[in-house]
Every structure is written in C-alpha cells, then in structure tokens.
C-alpha cells in the first residue's frame, strides 16, 4: 500500500514524464514542419491535381506575377496556365524567415484581385475559380492555389507536414 508521501511522488513523476514527453512529440513535429522539402509538397500535390495545361514558372516569372524579391524566398515552386485566358495557378513558396510570410501573403493578395478584376466579366468560369482560391501560410510556407482541385491541394499541401 502506497503513503501519502510515495503517492505524492509518483504523481509528481507522471506529471513530469507526461510534460516530457508532450514536449519531444510537440518540438519533432514543429522542426519537421519547417524542413519539408518544397519538391516533396510539389509530388504530394501532383498526386491528387493534374498540372496538364499548365507550365512551371522560375525566378523570373514568380518576380514578375507576385513581385517578390530573391532575398525574401528560399524556395518554390510555381506553375501558371499557359493562356493568359484560363486562371489555374498553384504556387508553394518557402520564405527564408517566418516573418516575411505574411508579406509574401499580401503580394499574392493583390495578385488576386488583379485576376478578379481581369476575369469578373470576361470569363466568368475563370473568374469563379479565382473566387475560390486557397490562400495559407503554415510557418515559412505559403500555398496559394487556383483550381478546380484547390481543395485537394490544400489537403496534399496540410499532409506534407
């Protein structure tokens, strides 16, 4: 039978390894959050999204669409329609300091309504994909997608963490 004091103790000692533990399993997760390789999102999202249509953009292109500077990004990956005409467009991009996301977050924001304003009366099936647009951070990485599949690529993007 266990005293008051031993009792006590082992109270004392459950609480701790519990706390213990919750931190190791809340600090892995959180490191392999900011780790994800940006080709590794791109395959999960390529699973479930087709990028038929579409070409992959570089430096210069993600310059000139969300007017972002070199030294605010680390890494990315952006495709685009290949006609000014159709409005699919999914770009992950991992900033180099946390910080800058919400920056990044309101350039590709004055993407969109340019997009919105360009599409609303010209093709409206365009302007409702645009409409329905995934826009997030998640730490240093921003996800922004325009498609049919931007549900299916918010998923994919939320499980590559």
Do not use: W
Request: include cysteine; charged fraction near 35%.
């Amino acid at each position: 039978m266990l005293t008051g004091k031993k009792m006590k103790s082992l109270f004392v000692l459950s609480a701790v390894m519990i706390l213990f533990g919750i931190s190791i399993g809340c600090s892995g997760k959180k490191e392999d959050a900011k780790d994800v390789p940006v080709h590794t999102i791109e395959e999960r999202i390529k699973q479930v999204a087709s990028m038929e249509n579409m070409e992959k953009g570089d430096m210069n292109r993600l310059k000139k669409l969300y007017h972002l500077d070199a030294d605010e990004v680390q890494d990315f990956v952006l495709y685009t329609a290949e006609s000014n005409a159709e409005a699919n467009e999914l770009a992950v991009i991992k900033v180099k300091q946390e910080k800058q996301a919400e920056s990044v977050k309101e350039k590709i924001t004055k993407r969109i309504e340019a997009q919105e304003v360009k599409l609303k009366d010209y093709r409206p099936e365009q302007y409702y994909l645009v409409e329905k647009h995934v826009l997030m951070v998640k730490g240093r990485y921003i996800l922004f997608a325009v498609s049919k599949d931007a549900e299916k690529i918010e998923s994919a993007f939320d499980k590559a963490f």
